[in-house]
Every structure is written in C-alpha cells, then in structure tokens.
C-alpha cells in the first residue's frame, strides 16, 4: 500500500489532486476549530470537559462525534456535513413518492443535476433550523446538560441579542454551504467522492483524541489493545464493504444499420452492504426520539412511568451496565435489519434491472429474460441483505458493547 501511494504522488497528475485534497482537509479542520462569533471559548471549553467526563450520550455526544469535534468549540463548521447527508436521505426517499423526483431521477445527468440543486436547498434550510436548535440549547446550557453552564453561570453566549443570535445563524449555514462547496470541490479537483472523504475526516479528527483519553485515564497496555481492535475492525470493516456477487450478463449480437452491436459479456455488482450507513443513521435517530420527547415533555422531579423507562433502558451513559442496556442494544439491532432492508428495497429495483437488461438484449445465463430475471435478481437481494444487515448491526453494537 505504501508502494501504490508512492507512485501515485510521482505521478504528477495524481500528485496534484492529492494535495489539493490535503489542502482542502486542512481548510476544513482550521474551520472546524474556529470558534463561531459571539462565542465564549472559556465556557465552551470548561463546559466540553464537564460534558466528556460525564459521558452520556446526548445530543451533545452525538453530534460532536459525528463533527469532527467541531461541536466542540462551537466553531464555524459546528454543524458539520450532517445536514446535507439527511437532505440527500430525504431527496432518495422522496424519489420513490413524489413522481416528479422519479421522472427527474430517470432523465439521466440533466434530471440528476436538479436533484442536486434541490439537496442543496433543503440542505440550507436544515442547517438554519440545526443551527438555530444548537445555538438555543447553548445558550440554555442544555447542550452539554450540565448545571454548571447556564445562561447565568459560565454563559456559552454572553450577549445572546437577537442580533448575536442571527450573526451565529447565518455563520454557522454559511459554514455548511462552504463544507458542501468544499466537497464537490475535492468530486471534481480532488480524488473524487469528496463528500465520503469529508465524512472520513470528521470521524478520524475524533480517533487521536479518544486514544489519548485512554491512554491517560487507563494503562498503555489498554492503549495499544485499543489500537489493535481498532486496526482489526477497520480490516473487517474493508473486506465487508468491498465483499460482492458478481451477476454475470450476456448481451445478444444485434445488427443496427451495418454495424453490429452487443455479443459482450459483463456482470451486474451486488454488494453485501448495499445500503452503507444509511440505516445505522436511521435508527440512531429513531432511537433518539425518546430522549428527545423527556427532554420537552418528562418532569425530573416527579417521573413518569415512560420516562423512567426511557431514562433507564433507552439512554446510554456512565451508570448504564449491560443488564439495562439490552433493551436499547436489541431496539437498535432490530432497527438496523429492518431499515436495511426497506432502503435497499427503494434503492435497487429487481424489476427495473430487469426490463433494462431485455429491453438492450441481455439475459442472466440460465435464467430467462423479464419475470424470472426479477426473481431470480431479488432472491439474491436477500440472501445478501440478510448478513449484510447483521454485520451493520454488529458494527453498530460493537462500540456500546466494548464500553459497557
């Protein structure tokens, strides 16, 4: 591997798309660690320390994972990617009700260019409401759910004027809008699929950190263990990931005018994980409901009976052992399989593939074209499906079950 990204940087092409990649990367960790105007970097960084030792998984927790830390510092960038991956979900959905989005999805570059303009709208408007929901739990001090940081006692926001408010609103989606640019930028200049290696560095930001953590809270034994397991998932993460069947399709020699065309033989690739994280996001964020619902609504001085519920078998934290955590665990696993196989039910049409493969003059060998290529096309949709489903559901465990 060291070999091959050697020679890659000698190739001068290459080269330059490499590094301006890099460049792009180290523009976005300068603008995930900038913190957002009107912001007290004082509190925000006495108030992330109070949060990170205590260790629940709240909306603070969670999202700051998933932004590279960026939550953090209450930085320009605080917002992350986050809102564009839910807009994109939402426009993939909505392709298979909204006709008009179908049409669109079916006219090839043009129809696909328009989908794309609207992620980018709905993704703005997520990140006004995003922003706008983050920077009032700051200011309340429920973001990082410590009594020690209120409005009052070590204030996030110090001024929080409605013009302050709105200069950290239009900073923070301004912020998202630049991250969007930035990844379409890395798609075309850059190594290409910009918005995955945007995701990638915002998960790796996290892992130094969380090694450190370890290092300094346990023995370095721990530390290199860790490293050890986090290798070793990573590898079996890769071999799952590229792991696929190969359909293999034969097209028919055909006579158009004087040229001849087809008589090729190529396959149809079906991977085991075909929905991606999409379905871990799903039911993350379904999951997430109910500690959303005590927070509103649940009474902490006199708890009702859901809400003891919730808080004892559907929160993770510190306190939570494995007898209770079960509950969560089994929800989440259960979440897992099913949105696994509702998103990849929407996202690959056995009977589409089909009508395209007869209607260019191919066929499955062995199998007949049309009804029974379908079939026989969704009969190995789920026998891939079902472990893929499993293995994003043991992923997904693997992290509450080692920390438990």
């Keep these: 591997m060291l070999t091959a990204f050697i020679r890659a940087f000698r190739t001068p092409d290459l080269r330059k798309k490499m590094l301006f990649t890099l460049g792009i990367i180290a523009l976005f960790r300068f603008g ?3 913190p957002a105007p009107g912001i007290s ?6 108030c992330s320390n109070l949060a990170s030792k205590s260790g629940a998984a709240n909306v603070y927790a969670i999202v700051d994972l998933l932004s590279g830390n ?49 992620t980018r709208y709905l993704t703005i408007g997520l990140a006004v409401l995003q922003s706008t929901g983050y920077i009032e739990l700051a200011r309340s001090g429920t973001l990082f759910q410590s009594s020690a940081c209120t409005s009052t006692l070590n204030p996030i926001i110090p001024d929080a004027s409605p ?6 609103v239009i900073t923070m989606v301004a912020g998202t809008a630049v991250i969007m640019w930035m990844g379409e930028l890395i798609t075309d200049r850059g190594v290409g699929n910009g918005m995955s290696v945007m ?3 915002q998960v790796i930001a996290v892992i130094p950190g969380e090694l450190l953590t370890i290092y300094q809270t346990r023995q370095a034994f721990i530390a290199l263990l860790s490293v050890a397991v986090v290798i070793v998932v990573v590898t079996g993460i890769v071999f799952m990931e590229q792991a696929q069947r190969r359909i293999p399709v034969q097209y028919a020699k055909r006579m158009v005018g004087r040229r001849m065309y087809g008589g090729t033989s190529t396959y149809i690739p079906m991977k085991v994980n ?56 089994l929800a989440f696993f259960l979440l897992i399989v099913a949105f696994t196989f509702f998103y990849v039910s929407i996202t690959f049409n056995p009977t589409e593939v089909a009508d395209n493969m007869k209607k260019y003059g191919g066929f499955i060998p062995g199998i007949r074209p049309g009804r029974p290529t379908a079939e026989y096309l969704g009969y190995v949709l789920t026998r891939l499906t079902t472990p893929g489903s499993m293995y ?12 438990a």
């Design 32 to 34: 995930s660690s900038l």
């Design 41 to 46: 970097e004082k509190n925000v960084s006495y």
């Design 70 to 118: 960026a939550l953090k510092y209450m930085s320009v960038f605080a917002l992350g990617i986050m809102p564009y991956i839910t807009a994109s979900i939402i426009l993939q959905l909505l392709t298979v009700v909204i006709p008009r989005l179908e049409t669109l999805k079916n006219e090839g570059q043009a129809g696909q260019a328009k989908i794309t303009q609207y």
């Design 163 to 168: 013009f302050r408010i709105a200069t950290m």
């Design 199 to 201: 995701i990638f560095t």
């Design 274 to 329: 075909q929905a991606g994280v999409i379905p871990v996001i799903f039911a993350s964020s379904l999951l997430y409901i109910p500690q959303l619902a005590v927070s509103l609504f649940g009474s902490s001085n006199h708890p009702q009976g859901w809400v003891s519920f919730t808080q004892r078998y559907l929160e993770i934290g510190t306190t939570n052992s494995l007898s209770t955590m079960w509950v969560y665990m």
């Design 392 to 403: 994003l559901g043991a992923v997904a465990l693997f992290p509450l079950v080692a920390l």
